[in-house]
């Protein structure tokens, strides 16, 4: 048997993925590869250029130093007094490249002869000057302190001489540069097309999920013939198959159900109609019947009046599942309805605090099922709260009108203010919660489905004056015509009217 893991046991790198969507970690994916794609092609890249442009300029280089040499060689016999030779000049005759520096240092004399004065002797690498001391001709790249330079050096034995020849690699440090910048801005080209191929894949990919969700969405709104699109992707068929499946069972089993519920409701009626007459009958005797036998018959009077309501609200419900209810518009006063529905529930001394923005508003309802619904609040707090103690109609905003029913009984746990609209839901307190007959929980459910066919909504709530009971609070949309007040904003509560119903 599989056990759940406990969060605080989750892998932290996992929990802390789980908080971005599905779609944000695919873009983020396709964004890192192409980042990661972009970055070893840029490093390949500069890389094989790189050592292509210094191949070239070192071999190029190498033989115009070599060559330089030879020239030089030939300018200097070997029988030449040392004193007299200028060996500057033969330096300056060179058919050095622009910006070629030549140094020619001779081993007797320990003397440096050079053609420039942008580099000293001193700024040869030792290195370079001990291995062509030691009769080895040598290349090697080296930087001062503000440029780079490629040296080639060779000892003229013959003439006791060394010669050293360099060249700047400025120009080629700024080409690389330039390469640099344009290989990050290709990169950075190139992650942001991939975050757009990522973003387009990911529509692509989700929309299917996309479609599910919606469809799930609407099942779960109650529309029961929602089905998913056939599909051509071999891949997708079988998930649109089961999800269609499973929507046709389901609906298949709710319609079951709900017939069931219908059937077993109407055949109930009649015996309960033949049991409500005999306990009348009964009841117009009353006083002719031993003291027992008129407790007997108080309970099974109630016991009817609990069935017979118990029947009625499950056809109620049953007409609902099956899509069978309609709703019967008229343009009414919210405020005189409110008024009237308390007058009918037998509740006539209840306070009403009516805002002034709405006591005048029109708005369009079901009158029948508006006066159902504020029954049945009145009547669940009768039983679990001895009462309702006052009814607020104020403005919900700009489209919305709120009716409150308020209680001053032990309130309702806030882990239960949405349980408690469930079918046959009357929550773990309910028992505690009054004295008397405590339903079976299909009350505040007939509120949520009567409200809903209205495009409102229904909730609980604890009171906002600091009081013990509970507020159930009804949200119904307004449909203004031209003149009437903007409802913005809830005044405070000493700004409502008090109206005794």
Known sequence: MSTATPIDKIDPA?????????????????????LLLSALLAVLAFSLVR?????????????????NAS?????????????????????????????????????QTGEWDSNTTELTASDI??????????????????????????????????????????????DLAETLRLLTF????????????????????TRRILSPLAEVTEAATAIADGQLDTRLPESRDTDLQPLVQSFNGMVERLSYQIERDARFASEVSHELRSPLMTLAASSAVLEARRDDLPERAQQALDLLVDDVDRFQQLVEDLL????????????????????????????????????VEVDSAVSDLDVRADKRRIVRVMANLIDNARKYAEGVETVRVTSGGADTVCIAVEDDGPGVPEDERQQIFDRFSRGRSAGQRGGGDSGVGLGLSLVTEHVKLHGGTVWCEPRRDDGTGARFVIELPVHRTKGEPD?????????????SA
């Open 14 to 34: 996992r929990r802390a993925v789980g908080r971005f969507s599905l779609r944000t970690r695919l873009m983020t994916m396709f964004a890192l590869g192409a």
């Open 51 to 67: 050592n292509r442009l210094l191949a070239e300029r070192d071999e190029g280089f190498t033989n115009t130093a070599y060559l």
């Open 71 to 107: 020239i030089f060689r030939e300018r200097i016999p070997e029988t030449a007094d040392r004193e007299t030779l200028d060996v500057g000049a033969v330096l300056a005759d060179l058919p050095t490249p622009q910006r070629s520096l030549v140094f020619v240092f001779d081993s």
């Open 125 to 170: 690498p030792l290195s370079m000057r001990q291995r062509v001391g030691e009769g080895e001709p040598t290349r090697m790249r080296f930087a001062t302190a503000n440029d780079p330079y490629l040296g080639v050096a060779m000892p003229l034995e013959s003439r006791n001489l060394q010669y050293f020849e360099m060249t700047p690699l400025n």
């Open 182 to 201: 344009g290989l990050l801005g290709a990169g950075t080209i190139t992650t942001a097309m991939g975050s757009l191929v990522g973003l387009w894949a």
């Open 316 to 351: 109620e419900i049953s007409r609902f599942d099956v899509g069978a209810q309609k709703l019967e518009l008229d343009r009414v006063n919210i405020a005189e309805l409110v008024m009237q529905s308390l007058e009918f529930a037998s509740e006539p001394d209840v306070v």
């Open 487 to 499: 409802l913005s904003s809830e005044p405070a509560l000493d700004e409502l009217s008090e109206v």
